[in-house]
């Protein structure tokens, strides 16, 4: 009778572009788009592909873009080359280009490269408005740094902001939730004066040996948005600041309990996860201890809030584990389990192969303490819970 019935799946797709591969921001700097080659390959050699809407958007619009970006900002961007890019020019600098860090480098293809992924995660919250997909996946897009006229910690269009705006058009109340080690500073701050996006981000936050703070500097736990009472942003806001190393239960815990309470007071109608995969285990840039399948907790937790959902892609500086991360999390998503044995016909299967690459497994262990001892003690997070769920009263009234 009801053997033949549909199980109760949920409608997901897949916006990707594959011209953002072939942009490089130069050898030595950490942000490879490759690595949405390695995530592609292992969600079509585990045949993931069959079980989503797959789309390959247009890039965006200058129009589209300038919707949050100040339109001489993105006249810069469309116009900046390698060739004529004036590194003392005040308006460089104050658009965030250039200083010593080199964060956001001028790069052949830049525009490109900012439309396509922009372009992705507008194309993925139409399909949510239109009631196409339940969950809209975009692994190309994330880049929370990114303010109305300045690139920042190599973002150059805030591809989220974008997405957040046209959720707004049908939905009352959207959440954002940011599990990539960065603060999610750009999005906080492009949605701080409303009560319509709230914004909670898990992040490192703190000084180095040498006193230098782990990028951006702010999310501090004091840090929940405006503090003028006639601002409707006020209390909007929470911001989960840890320390090295933390561990996957801590992580489980702790993401579970506060984002549990935000979703549970704030009753969003909409959600966009920000997956960066930099808060795992051996990420060239972060400091934390994760194992894939606890960053994938974090999805399945968002899942179960039975919203529709974004899931955008962001951080992520180990090529393979980040390739790993988000084809588990998009098995995830469609509600599949992958065989821990990769299938072997992968066009770079080397990549994952060899003891330090993982042994050809989907879900080696990640966890180091040698790199990144933990000093996340329980009674530390217990604290911090306490002080986030003190900061949540304000959304009672
Ligand atoms: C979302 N960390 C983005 C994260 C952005 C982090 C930073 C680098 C870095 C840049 C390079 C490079 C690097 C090995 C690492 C304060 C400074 C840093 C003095 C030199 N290698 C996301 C941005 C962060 C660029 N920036 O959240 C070219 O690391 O810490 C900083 C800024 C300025 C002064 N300098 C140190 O994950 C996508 N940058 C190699 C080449
Ligand atoms: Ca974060
Ligand atoms: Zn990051």
Redesign the pocket.
Known sequence: EYGMEKPQGYNVSFHYNPHVEYHHF?S????KPWRLTLTKQLIVAYGLEYTMDLYEPRPASFDELAVFHDRQYLNFLSHVTPQNAKPDDPAYIAFGFG?????C?VFDGLWNYVSLYGGASLHAAHNLTNKQSDIAINWSG????AKKNVAS???YVNDIVLAIQHLLTQNQRVLYIDI???HGDGVEQAFESTDRVFTLSYHKYGNDRHGYPF?PGTGNITETGPTDPSNRGKGHCLNIPLEDGIDDEQYKWLFKTVTDAVVQKYQPNAIVLQS?A?SLGGD??GRFNLNIKAHGFCIETVKGYQRPILVIG??GYTPRNVARTWCHETSVCVGATLHDNLPSHIPYIQAFQGSENGDGILYPDLHNTKRHENVNTNQKLQNLVAKAMENLRYLEG
């Open positions: 130069g030595s700097h950490p942000m200083g010593e860090s080199n964060d480098p994330g880049l929370h740094h910690g190599f973002c990539d080690v960065h990028f960066g930099d060239r840039l962001g951080g």
